[in-house]
């Protein structure tokens, strides 16, 4: 048994932080001062511990610890750089939410933790089993935050529809990964990509089977049309300060999970579920543009557009393992804008409410000009203009289904793009190109919301001026 | 190395606008960005003069390589082509921010859009490598939008919506172009490229050519716009402030018409000689269709805008002509256009400031209360009409030559598109200008003041020097477009046909 301290650092780093906060909270009473630190004592040193493992086993064959469960490679250590960080960007955001919640806040952050936890557990997990209960940890410890602050106006419905949803996702996730077990003989990731690559299976049904199962649970987490039906009531119910996390985290981690599962076991099978992928695809960035074209409520739009990106990031999976750095370079920008962006939505509508209706952001920009201004930049970035971080990912991915020759996957997806326009402008044109109401004062933004708006918003112009590093980093995020 | 002179023209107005919204100092707004501004131009002048006249290749190259596994770096260089336009560019936005001083609110973000739309377009022009060209093109929308959308007048947020949503249609088509395109010559050039110069030594299929070209093209056509893509326009022009439309009218729709001449013509020579007849059949629709409806428009401004679109009919005519004249004729009406129509939205501004009206009913006699303005404005028409003398003849002359030679017939018909300007111009300034006063808001109306005269008289010395000596002018384009045509002929069939070879010009000539 390979058994390795590094290979389970940034989960250790987590659960020990977890741990400590509990334990001095209900001893000492401190308050949200030393969950703050506590937080950022395990974010900060399960981050340290990824880039650890990236400066470690980048670009090097994927190693396995602990009986084949755990694969650290590039793929696994670039995730764990991704979600520690834009997590903690997203508990820092909804810090507002954790003080609001008096006594109970303490169970917030360290549900977080857990699920940032479990995210970077899927994207590391080399046996489809220990990836089901990454994905469970993940998954539970959202249905919780979606509901967190129990107000009445739909946190509970949200919470209440995303844990009957989930649940039966899994459910589906989990009958996949048994007909896979079927068809192969074996629950691990790697044992099954070799029996598949030296076995030619003649009556492949089952394994289809498996396959697809695999691709709806998946899809599922991704919100990706058709299985998207959940995320716009979540999103707008649940309360402001908790939806940019759980947006950007079901992100990172489904797409992480679905990523290593796609190349990994069914590699062989890329002919197969690639068209697939590619009706998903197009589906989702349809379905997700025009239904957020009619919406009036922020997050609820933003939730229909966040369908439409998990099509534009699937649009870089057909092309198989070539795609998946472009998969990358997309899903890290995009979770930075969308923490971004729910923080903004939290400040303006309140991160303990649900609703965000969008005549909140009429003449932001005489109120506040740097939130409209940042606002602004995230709705650019995510319609893909470019000198932001949203285009460079848009070529990304359409240059990888380009080289996989899927041009009719990216003309629709540019038209698609650009339909996205009518929504993404209509928040400028509140914000800047009406006059304020009367009388509503200027937002005030709370110190952790500014810090995780300022960072995002950094990094989304940063990335769109010089996004080379990045694209030359996620080429060695690609699992071995 | 040498100076690098050309990112310098794109970092400068940058510069200028990044110190705008860092000084937060509204009177300061409008010297700052004019300096900036002024800097800028001193650099195309210099560049002007240090261009070799008489060289057909690209010229202050600038090439460094930004990421390999796409093919992608920053490539600047200018030609004949490009040369005048970047010179114009650079000239009309002192202008036009000097004519700013009616915008009040958010002063600093508009110079500060203004002066970032400038780094735009001048990077449209220079930029050789097709990625690095696709963000300048797309990203120069975001402050034209804004400076449509919030300095402009009531319908504005329409104006700017439409214009955002057709321009970014095309270019999600141009982008899917433009990336197929890097991929499909990686066999033959050994890798993706993106690169413009590298691209033309790759030979594309026939049916590759026609489906880019139609990418492109549809991208241009909407900019240009052609005919029938050209509805965002008036909406947009009448809309926009004053300095928005001059220089929406003045360089931003000359970035269509450049990229077909640039890229169309040179990347896919197979398609464009075929699509020639398409193309012509749309210029001169454009010609007469937007003369034609220019004459019954109430509203002067809306009047200039159509008859934008019947400028740059001509343009598109003359570059689909496939001739030297009508190449070059095609480049110098688009310097043309910017500057008398240009002028002519900075006018009908100035009348708009007095008197808060571009009706032209509520207007009537003006010239004996304005005589200078008058004056002013009958020049720009005449220079806008194509009098003789003055730059507009110029264009028009060669492009009728130019296309008079390969689609006679079109020319034909282009040619009283001529005639037609000369009705919605003069009509429209003897229903201003001439005749008694109608109006009684109109009597105590001001003459120019000093810094509207500060602001026409340079372009009108130009308007004139155009005119009068165009020969340097059209020194500068000539090579640069016989190179297209050289390589058109030698990737086709096609002949250029030579001033004087074609058999009527010698039939009349020998009877």
Redesign the interface.
Known sequence: MNLDFLAVAPTVAIVAAVVLLLMVDVTFKVGHRWWGFAAALGFIGATTASVWQWVEHRGADGELFYSGMLSVDGFSSFAGMVIFPVAGLGVMAGWQLVRGVGKRGAEFVALAMVAASGAHLMAASADLVLLFIALEVFSISLYVLAGFSRKGDGADEAALKYFLLGALASAVFLYGVALVFAATGTTSMYGAQSFLDATLILRPGVLLAGIALLLVGLSFKVSAAPFHVWAPDVYQGAPGGVTGFLAAGAKIAGFAALARVLVVPLGGYIDDWAPAIAVISAMSVVIGTLFAIAQTDLKRMLAYSSVAHAGFIMTALVAGPAGVADMWFYVATYSLQVVGAFAIASVVSGALTGKSPLSDFTGLAIRSPMLAAAMALFM?AMAG???TAG?VGK?AV??AA??ADY?WL??LG??A??GG??FY?RVI?LM??QPSAEGVPAPRVPLGAGVAVSVTALVTVVVGFV??PL??WV?AAIPL | MDFPILSALIALPVAGGLGVLLVRRDELALPLSITSSLVTLGGAVWLLFEFESGEAGFQFVEKSTWHEPWGVGWHLGVDGISLLLVVLTAFLFPIALLASTSVTHRVRQYMASMLFLQAGITGVFLALDLLVFFIFWEAMLVPMYFIIGIWGDERRIHAAVKFFLYTAFGSALMFAGILSLGFLVSDQLGGPTFDFVELLGADLTRTAQFWLFGAFGLSFAIKVPIFPFHTWLPDAHVEAPTAGSVILAGVLLKLGAYGLLRFNLTLFPEASVDLVPVLAVLAVIGILYGAIVAIVQTDIKRLVAYSSVSHLGFVVLGVFALTTQGLQGGVIQMVNHGLTTGLLFLLVGMIYERRHTREISEFGGLASVMPLFAGAFLFTAFASIGLPGLNGFVGEFFVLIGSYLSLPGYAVAAAFGVVLAAVYLLWAYQRMFTGEITVEANRGLGDLNLREKVIIVPMAVLIVFLGVYPKPALDIIEPSVDAVLERIEEKTDYVVPEFGSTTDIAVEVGE
């Open positions: 650019l203009i470019p000198l285009f070529a359409f240059r380009i080289d041009l990216v003309i540019l038209v793009a650009v326009l009518f402008l044109v800047y190109m996004p080379w694209l030359d080429r």
